[in-house]
């Protein structure tokens, strides 16, 4: 079955250090891509997307990207945390055609130190 | 700029009740989706429109129905709301080409 993994819950770092989340997914093609952000009580924020092409793909926010196709992963880094960017961030794919039906990961908090 | 309104931030309904979650898009999008989001198990589908009157079920559609009568207007129904059923709901829609979903802000429903 189609589906998103993201294998951590909640993750800290200090502010200033550099970030990864991790994402996998299972789909029998390359899908299209995304990762959202959702501050608290807030809707979810496109942070970025691939669809094809360069495989590092940048975003919003100083985000960044990488898709590997051969370990069907997608992790989303930023060099260097920022306070504000303390959130829950969802990774995310569809299949492409008419529906872009979203299957979303189970999130990953972030919390960032002082 | 994009915009996806949910009516209600935040509601508090009684056991039985039937609840209406109102969505509305300015976007001129085909499709609508209809998302419950609980701690640890992350957004999943609970119907989708992809047009006027049209309507598919998601993941978990059960105990829920949904109305599409204007192209803009989603509309999430809880025919008789339950404890279970407190969670926050997300609507978001997309039009026909391959691009990404737009969220609104959710609405969280707390059922007593």
């Known amino acids: 079955a189609q589906s998103v993994t993201q294998p951590d819950i909640h993750i800290t770092v200090s502010e200033g250090a550099s970030l990864e989340l991790r994402c996998n997914y299972s789909y029998g093609a390359t899908p299209y891509l995304f990762w959202y952000v959702q501050s608290p009580g807030q809707g979810l924020q496109l942070l970025l997307k691939y669809f094809s092409g360069d495989t590092l793909v940048q975003g919003i926010k100083g985000f960044e990207a990488e898709f590997k196709r051969s370990q069907s992963s997608f992790n989303l880094r930023k060099p260097s945390v920022h306070w504000s960017d303390a959130a829950e961030y969802f990774c995310?794919?569809?299949?492409?055609?008419?529906?872009?039906?979203?299957?979303f990961g189970t999130g990953t908090l972030l919390a960032v130190q002082p | 700029d994009v915009k996806v309104t949910q009516s209600s931030r935040y509601l508090v309904k009684r056991t039985g009740e039937k609840v209406f979650l109102e969505c509305v898009q300015d976007m001129d999008h085909e499709n609508m989706f209809w998302y419950r989001q609980d701690p640890g198990l992350g957004l999943r589908l609970i119907y989708f429109?992809?047009?006027?009157?049209?309507?598919e079920k998601g993941d978990i559609p059960e105990g829920y129905s949904v109305s599409r009568e204007k192209k803009e207007r989603f509309s999430l129904i809880l025919e008789s709301a339950s404890t279970n059923q407190t969670s926050m709901y997300l609507c978001a829609s997309s039009p026909y080409t391959n691009t990404e979903a737009f969220f609104g802000q959710g609405t969280r429903l707390t059922v007593v």
């Open positions: 995310a794919f569809h299949y492409g055609g008419a529906t872009n039906k979203l299957i």
């Open positions: 429109s992809y047009d006027v009157k049209m309507k």
